[in-house]
């Protein structure tokens, strides 16, 4: 007795639908997390601009994964009220980016507090951390682990009061796509943010 086509249809649905799991499980997921200084109000500032050179420029030249921060920053901002002036904003906006391979397993507490070294170099010292980040350091073993920060300054104190950080691994999917990761990646950071797109 032959299979009807039923049996086929059927099972070829199973066996797309097996595959549709398991590439769900096995892509890498983008781990965010967010820290706000617990005695700023952000809904109390009004405007932004960026930093003159932010972390992700390469040798004083702005890179196009540069731009693809600036717009999906200011989607996230405009949306939140903000606007973006040239002159005396109450906000700077920094951000950078790093790919490293990691070779080994760590945990370690974290007491970087963005003064101007490794990563964080970036800030250059323009302006500090502070005590909130705290937290504890991982590193994974044999991939490519990607890391990228926003940081939300304030302009005349020269404080950091927000910090949005993004790591995960990258895949070549990423590699081919970056306006979309990082899209992607901003939306989810922004998710957390304390003032809420459109008044929400």
């Not at 997921?29 to 967010?34: E, G, L, P």
């Not at 992700?56 to 939140?80: D, M, V």
């Not at 304030?154 to 796509?177: F, P, R, S």
């Amino acid at each position: 007795m032959k299979p009807s086509r039923s049996i086929f249809a059927l099972a070829g649905s199973l066996a797309v639908g097996a595959c549709l799991t398991l590439a769900a499980c096995t892509t890498p997921k983008i781990n965010t997390r967010t820290q706000t200084d617990p005695g700023v109000n952000l809904a109390s500032y009004h405007t932004y601009n960026f930093v003159a050179e932010p972390g992700t420029n390469r040798g004083g030249y702005s890179t196009p994964i540069t731009s693809y921060f600036k717009t999906a920053i200011s989607r996230e901002l405009n949306a939140r009220g903000y606007r973006q002036v040239e002159d005396n904003p109450d906000l700077l906006i920094n951000f950078n980016t790093n790919a490293r391979e990691q070779v080994d397993i760590r945990s370690t507490p974290s007491m970087n507090y963005g003064v101007g070294y490794g990563y964080y170099g970036y800030r250059g010292g323009l302006y500090a951390a502070g005590p909130m980040y705290g937290g504890t350091d991982v590193s994974t073993v044999r991939y490519k682990q990607g890391t990228a920060n926003i940081d939300v300054v304030d302009a005349a104190k020269k404080q950091l009061v927000w910090e949005g950080v993004a790591e995960g691994k990258i895949t070549d999917t990423m590699m081919k796509n970056p306006q979309a990761t990082i899209d992607t990646v901003i939306t989810d950071m922004f998710a957390n943010y304390p003032v809420k797109a459109g008044g929400q």
